[in-house]
């Protein structure tokens, strides 16, 4: 399967889902116009990954900034990751915030409450 990797805007963050290597990133701000419009292809995207995924995907979340609209995709595309760590393949996820963003470290501590993954809250 191909890697998908979209560009960042000022608006929606980079989106670099390598599947050579199986680091999957996202990085930037995530205050898209149309939620939908941006997030519907990468789940189409990982649909189609969940179906064959590697033995291990690293997924680093190095958001900024979200808005309301985007959480609720960030959350779908997390559980499309849960959804491969229950066929028994190995998904970490890497929340990165900085030391000074409680909003942002705050996030990352609900959707490890949540989520049922290996989950690593790291600063930068």
Known sequence: MESLRLEPT????????????????????ALPEDAHDFFKPIEEWLQ?????????????????YFNSAATRY???ILMM???????GKDVKVIWFYKADDEMIETKGEEL?????LPFEMRTI
């Open 81 to 87: 990751f849960e959804d491969i760590s229950d066929t």
């Open 48 to 64: 189609e990954y969940v179906e064959a995924p590697l033995d291990m995907t690293t997924v680093e979340m190095k958001i900024d």
């Open 10 to 29: 000022e608006d929606t963050p980079l989106i670099d889902f390598n599947t050579s290597t199986g680091v999957f990133t996202v990085e930037g701000r």
């Open 74 to 76: 960030i959350f779908n």
């Open 112 to 116: 490890e409450s949540i989520l049922e």
